[in-house]
């Protein structure tokens, strides 16, 4: 497609979020947000171009992901401020995640560093770091938000052509298909940690590829793994078990001298990052140890006494007083839960966070893609020729891994791993663009879409009633 028409598009798009940022958010908000969205865009889509050698398709993608984006947040800051009864230096935050972001970063702000010490500080260092330069605005917050959304949509094209040796066409599809899970795009139009998470995750898993598939590690990679090692610290250090679960389960591939120095060098990182991370946060050993055995706040903090989860819990029972082979027996059921939710109803349920959230419930983009990533499992995966069998076993297991801890309750806990397991989604559309396993997929396809809307039904059946 022509560049000229690439081109069209954003700044008919630009046009059509200013005209919305000024009427919903008046002069200030909307000077910031028509200022602030599309540079933060350019900025994505610079990096796309120059950085991670992407392509015209790529840019498509960025380009109608970012006006997505911007028009939910425009939609948000109007309703933290003008519906809420905020303003863009204090707005009305409901979410308690982002609510303590917001105030940490006015913490540092102010320079008082002791109030801030002990919470997740990726966040809010960024945003404390924009304050300082245009001013204190939850506008320049969600932009930055968005930034990183783009440029993790961006890095899941790259760690796609790294994985299946092609270039720009599985490129710029993973890069579609990340972006069509509404629940990951989603989070990053709110104030909330994940989308530096999507990033910082990425930052080491492309390095990781690399050593998963015994090519060269070179001085980029290993800048990219210490730098994504830092930023989780500073958002989730416990994320960096699954890149040292990796890490062990990729090494044998090829024991050589190089790729054990590799591994030894990049466990004392993860090692120095989680000890740090949770110093930083208040999230030690004990923390750590309370999350994996289900013990101390959890019960509480994770299906406790929230209403929305009185049918699940029903099902469930006393899921963290159970003991471990019952929760390990329950995986088919809390990973089916971890993967369906948030449900494609209730669109009005998240909005009080944000309108934007409304988007997370449009579902049926992710149960499409799932589906595809399942059939790799069930029908691909067993056969010696498959490729990724063991990159795939990894992203599974890490899927895993929080339906056991949190009994499948809380699905962005999973949303870094969606670009992990959007590879196998292209090894199968390039297997049915062959016409191979076409008759297979069609009765997969049948079988899946039969399960999923019984599923679905019961599941609304059982919130309701």
Aim: glycine letters at 8%; one cysteine or more; a positive charge.
């Amino acid at each position: 497609m022509k560049p000229r028409i690439l081109h069209l598009f954003q700044s008919a798009a630009s046009v059509a979020v200013a005209i919305a940022a000024f009427a919903l958010c008046g002069s200030a908000g909307g000077l910031q947000l028509s200022l602030s969205l599309p540079v933060a865009a350019a900025i994505a889509i610079a990096i796309h171009r120059h950085l991670l050698h992407g392509s015209r398709a790529g840019e498509w993608v960025l380009s109608i992901t970012a006006m997505v984006m911007a028009l939910g947040i425009t939609l948000n800051t109007y309703y933290f401020t003008s519906v809420l009864g905020g303003t863009l230096d204090a707005p009305v935050l409901l979410n308690s995640d982002s609510l303590r972001y917001f105030t940490c970063a006015e913490y540092l702000l102010e320079g008082d560093f002791p109030a801030a010490f002990g919470d997740f500080l990726g966040i809010p260092i960024i945003t404390a770091a924009l304050w300082v330069v245009l001013g204190k605005s939850i506008v320049w917050a969600l932009a930055a938000c968005m930034l990183l959304t783009l440029v993790a949509i961006s890095l899941s094209g790259r760690l796609a052509s790294i994985l299946l040796r092609h270039s720009e066409p599985s490129s710029a599809l993973a890069m579609a298909l990340t972006a069509a899970v509404c629940h990951f795009t989603g989070q990053g139009m709110v104030l909330l940690k994940e989308p530096l998470i999507y990033v910082a995750f990425l930052l080491i898993a492309i390095p990781l590829a690399h050593f998963y598939l015994r090519k060269r590690i070179s001085a980029r990679h290993i800048v990219s793994f210490v730098a994504g090692c830092i930023l989780t610290a500073l958002v989730r250090s416990h994320a960096l078990h699954f890149i040292a679960l990796g890490l062990i389960m990729f090494l044998p591939l090829q024991f050589t001298r190089k790729r054990i120095l590799h591994a030894a060098g990049a466990a004392v990182c993860i090692f120095a990052c989680v000890a740090g991370g949770g110093y930083l946060s208040h999230t030690g050993t004990e923390k750590h140890s309370n999350i994996v055995s289900g013990s101390g706040s959890m019960p509480e903090s994770y299906l406790g006494d929230d209403s929305r989860y009185d049918g699940y819990k029903s099902l469930l029972g006393d899921y963290y007083n159970r003991p471990i082979y019952q929760r390990i027996a329950l995986l088919p059921a809390t990973a089916a839960v971890q993967y369906a939710v948030p449900f494609p109803w209730n669109f009005k349920r998240d909005t009080e966070f944000g309108y934007s959230q409304a988007l997370n419930h449009i579902a049926w983009p992710w149960y499409a893609i799932g589906g595809i990533i399942l059939f790799y499992f069930i029908w691909l995966w067993w056969r010696k020729s498959a490729p990724l069998r063991l990159w795939a076993l990894w992203a599974a297991v890490c899927w895993l891994i929080p339906a056991y801890l949190f009994g499948g309750s809380v699905s962005r806990y999973v949303m870094p791993f969606i670009p992990t397991l959007v590879p196998l989604a292209l090894v199968v559309i390039g297997e049915l663009r062959s016409r191979r396993h076409i008759t297979p997929f069609k009765w997969w396809a049948v079988s899946y879409t039969i399960v999923l809307l019984l599923a679905l039904s019961a599941c609304f059946f059982i919130q309701n009633h």
